[in-house]
């Protein structure tokens, strides 16, 4: 599936995001601030911005700089990575179930993140979503046993895209709850460095070179117009601004956030699982937010199908090494 979208040619992925982000390393490297452009905005009609951190730019300046200059040569790069975090998703997937003796059910869930039309459609775009999605899963799967490598996960899948934003609430709860009482201040407050880690690190140099461009280009995700993609299925607030012309940007996302809100409170309240939470606000974000992308129905996606099983034991370590589950 892959190899036959990698015969697409480039010319025919010039008007996808894979294109502006290394037509964005490009500027970085002609000494361009990518984040400035917003400037001249009005912050809702959108001409391809620069709405991610930087992590995925400066990879794109990078690969440039030692010589790869062309947009042929970044997507050479990017293919064979994009499909390795593909696997990495499918692997996942795979090893939680297999860890909870459910082969047969951990095969179909794995089909659906591998074959599934979002995953198709990704593949054919060739968008940021495999790596991001990735980093968000080994996150999720490792911040019991391991929560350092866990946030630090997290916080890449931040730096990629941060569409995971909206689960930082629901870090900060788990690590508050778990945490020692004596030292929960200091380990939430550690904890936030390191999630925060990666996207600020990587935006301190644009942060510097024109701060306002690049609060407003982050900031445009939440601002852009609402009509925008996927028209055939409008948003409340995009149906209700029809009428109400006063109710777009920010004040639109407030039923969205309000019921995030209620999932963070019955997180922290009613100890309802961490998968199930996070599946549970993505699950809002799709169906609540403005403007929709196909890319984004991959992300409850993923958490859904974890968060079915969640509950189910782990297999002990006698059985997992029976049903050779560790070989994956």
Same mark, same amino acid.
């Given at each position: 599936?892959?190899?036959?979208?990698?015969?697409?040619?480039?010319?025919?992925?010039?008007?996808?995001?894979?294109?502006?982000?290394?037509?964005?390393?490009?500027?970085?490297?002609?000494?361009?601030?990518?984040?400035?452009?917003?400037?001249?905005?009005?912050?809702?009609?959108?001409?391809?911005?620069?709405?991610?951190?930087?992590?995925?730019?400066?990879?794109?300046?990078?690969?440039?700089?030692?010589?790869?200059?062309?947009?042929?040569?970044?997507?050479?790069?990017?293919?064979?990575?994009?499909?390795?975090?593909?696997?990495?998703?499918?692997?996942?997937?795979?090893?939680?179930?297999?860890?909870?003796?459910?082969?047969?059910?951990?095969?179909?869930?794995?089909?659906?993140?591998?074959?599934?039309?979002?995953?198709?459609?990704?593949?054919?775009?060739?968008?940021?979503?495999?790596?991001?999605?990735?980093? $968000? &899963?080994?996150?999720?799967? *490792?911040?019991?046993? /391991?929560? +350092?490598?866990?946030? !630090? %996960?997290? @916080?890449?899948?931040?730096?990629?895209?941060?569409?995971?934003?909206?689960?930082?609430?629901?870090?900060?709860?788990?690590?508050?709850?778990?945490?020692?009482?004596?030292?929960?201040?200091?380990?939430?407050?550690?904890?936030?460095?390191?999630?925060?880690?990666?996207?600020?690190?990587?935006?301190?140099?644009?942060?510097?070179?024109?701060?306002?461009?690049?609060?407003?280009?982050?900031?445009?995700?939440?601002?852009?117009?609402?009509?925008?993609?996927?028209?055939?299925?409008?948003?409340?607030?995009?149906?209700?601004?029809?009428?109400?012309?006063?109710?777009?940007?920010?004040?639109?996302?407030?039923?969205?956030?309000? $019921? &995030?809100?209620?999932?963070? *409170?019955?997180?922290? /309240?009613? +100890?309802?699982?961490? !998968? %199930?939470? @996070?599946?549970?606000?993505?699950?809002?974000?799709?169906?609540?937010?403005?403007?929709?992308?196909?890319?984004?129905?991959?992300?409850?996606?993923?958490?859904?199908?974890?968060?079915?099983?969640?509950?189910?034991?782990?297999?002990?370590?006698?059985?997992?090494?029976?049903?050779?589950?560790?070989?994956?």
């Amino acid at each position: 599936m892959h190899i036959s979208f990698w015969f697409t040619p480039a010319n025919d992925l010039m008007g996808e995001d894979i294109y502006y982000i290394w037509l964005e390393g490009k500027r970085i490297i002609a000494g361009e601030n990518p984040y400035t452009r917003v400037l001249a905005s009005d912050m809702r009609d959108n001409d391809k911005y620069a709405t991610y951190f930087p992590l995925a730019y400066l990879l794109s300046a990078l690969v440039q700089k030692i010589g790869f200059s062309e947009f042929l040569d970044w997507l050479y790069l990017w293919r064979p990575l994009s499909f390795s975090f593909h696997m990495g998703i499918v692997a996942l997937a795979l090893r939680y179930f297999c860890a909870r003796g459910l082969w047969l059910l951990g095969f179909t869930a794995s089909a659906i993140l591998l074959l599934g039309r979002w995953s198709v459609y990704v593949t054919r775009v060739h968008h940021l979503e495999f790596a991001a999605v990735f980093f $968000l &899963m080994l996150s999720l799967v *490792l911040l019991t046993e /391991k929560p +350092r490598l866990s946030l !630090l %996960a997290f @916080s890449i899948s931040l730096g990629i895209k941060q569409i995971a934003i909206f689960l930082l609430p629901l870090y900060l709860v788990h690590l508050w709850v778990n945490g020692t009482k004596d030292r929960r201040i200091q380990t939430v407050g550690w904890s936030f460095l390191i999630i925060l880690s990666v996207p600020v690190l990587t935006s301190l140099p644009f942060l510097f070179w024109n701060t306002e461009g690049f609060f407003k280009s982050i900031l445009f995700s939440a601002t852009r117009a609402g009509s925008l993609h996927v028209e055939g299925a409008p948003s409340l607030d995009v149906i209700f601004s029809q009428n109400m012309p006063w109710l777009v940007g920010l004040k639109a996302k407030l039923l969205m956030l309000l $019921l &995030m809100g209620l999932v963070y *409170l019955s997180f922290w /309240k009613e +100890r309802i699982t961490i !998968l %199930a939470s @996070s599946a549970v606000v993505m699950m809002v974000f799709l169906y609540f937010n403005s403007v929709l992308f196909l890319q984004y129905f991959l992300w409850p996606l993923s958490l859904t199908l974890l968060a079915l099983v969640e509950l189910v034991p782990p297999l002990p370590s006698q059985n997992l090494a029976r049903v050779d589950c560790n070989d994956l």
